[in-house]
Structure formats: structure tokens, C-alpha cells
């Protein structure tokens, strides 16, 4: 059984039945207003880039992140946060959970989007599958590369540690709150801390803020 953390469903189906918004016209609306803000945006069939690129940058999707690296995953559940909880690490095997939930032992390629999942988060009453899959996606951005960043797409709102058989493509691995401190210090030794993991000057100023022992500034 799993002692902590939240249900494994994206951000977008974490908000109640009754109270959430219609997924189409939010992926549309963006998809409108896009071109605008981003340099290259996918071509306009090109649903799974659109819906990658909108995870990207924060919105809320039928995706859920994960990490092909066991450091990365390591970083974001002692490093971020408050340490004084304990922390869990989340492993999935991708295969396993496609041979539950479609009966294919196969990472899913999105462009094919072989189960509608893709589709019909832009195309109302496109026909889908009621599944959570794992899925390969393409490294557009440097911070998806070095995040190592892997994705499952979702059919509905069902979380995938909630069912009679997430135990076989599900681990959980818990960090006392005691060693979170240290497990965090010997993980940024290793050289993963905000700025490698999010190569932005933002992140950069932060990691120098915090080295230098200065986390927070007033007055410029």
C-alpha cells in the first residue's frame, strides 16, 4: 500500500466531476492563443505536440509527469517542499501498465495515437479508449531533456494506484522525514539542483541565492 503522496491522476481530473471545466475548449483556446507567445508551435493535427507543449508550460492536461532517471525523481521529491514531512518516490513500469490497461507490452508512440487519447482531448465525441497509458514522447525543449521527461496520458479520472491491479507496474518508495535533509545534500553533490534540472536564468539566480545564503531579496 502506498502512505502517502496524491492519488497518481493529472491535474486536470484532480478537480471534482461537478466543478471541472470543459477540457476541449481549454486545449483550444490555448492552441488559439498559442502561436502568438511560442516561436514554433506543432501543426494543428499534431495533437499529441500540442498537448506535450501544454504540459510543459503548466497547464492542466490528462498527462502525468514522470522521469526516467531515478536522480531526477529523487530531486523533486526531498529537494522541493517542505522537509520536515517524508517523502515518496514513485517507480512505474510503463510496459506493465499498457499490458493492464490496453494489453500491449509496448511503450504507446503517440503519433499513431492508436487509442483516441490523443484526439479526443481537442475533438469532442472523438471516439476513445477508457485507459491510462504510458506513452513516448519527443524531447522539444532542453528541460524535458535533461528531466529525462517520460508521460502517461489518461482516458478518465481514475487514479492509476486505485485499482485491483496497480501493485504490478506501481513501487512506492518512502523517505523518512529524518533523512530527507541529508539524502537532499548528497543529491545536489551529485550535481542536481533547479538550475541543471530547469536550465533557465531564473532558476540559475535561484541556485546563486541559495548557495551564497541569500534565498530571499527586498528592494532589488
Not at 475548449?25 to 494543428?44: G, M, W
Not at 503548466?58 to 525523481?73: C, K, Y
Request: charged share 25%; aromatic share 10%; with cysteine.
Amino acid at each position: 500500500m502506498r502512505r502517502t503522496g496524491l492519488p497518481l491522476v493529472p491535474k486536470f481530473f484532480r478537480t471534482p466531476t461537478d466543478s471541472r471545466p470543459d477540457e476541449q475548449t481549454i486545449n483550444n483556446t490555448f492552441k488559439l492563443k498559442a502561436r502568438t507567445r511560442h516561436p514554433v508551435c506543432p501543426t494543428d493535427d499534431d495533437y499529441p505536440g500540442w498537448l506535450f507543449l501544454m504540459q510543459h508550460y503548466g497547464l492542466g492536461t490528462r498527462l502525468l509527469d514522470w522521469t526516467e532517471s531515478p536522480l531526477v525523481a529523487a530531486f523533486f521529491a526531498v529537494c522541493l517542499g517542505p522537509s520536515d514531512n517524508e517523502a515518496e518516490i514513485i517507480g512505474l513500469l510503463p510496459d506493465a501498465l499498457n499490458e493492464a490497461e490496453v494489453d500491449a507490452r509496448v511503450i504507446a508512440n503517440p503519433k499513431s495515437d492508436d487509442w483516441g487519447l490523443f484526439r479526443s482531448a481537442f475533438i469532442r465525441g472523438e471516439p476513445t479508449r477508457i485507459a491510462n497509458v504510458a506513452v513516448a514522447c519527443d524531447h522539444f525543449d532542453a528541460r524535458m531533456v535533461v528531466q529525462r521527461s517520460a508521460f502517461t496520458i489518461h482516458g478518465s479520472d481514475s487514479p492509476l494506484d486505485q485499482n485491483d491491479k496497480w501493485e504490478t507496474y506501481v513501487r512506492s518508495f518512502v523517505i523518512p522525514a529524518e533523512y530527507r535533509k541529508r539524502l537532499a545534500a548528497e543529491i545536489m553533490m551529485l550535481g542536481f539542483s533547479e538550475s541543471a534540472l530547469f536550465p533557465d536564468l531564473e532558476h540559475l539566480s535561484r541556485d546563486i541565492n541559495l548557495f551564497f545564503g541569500r534565498r530571499s531579496w527586498t528592494d532589488g
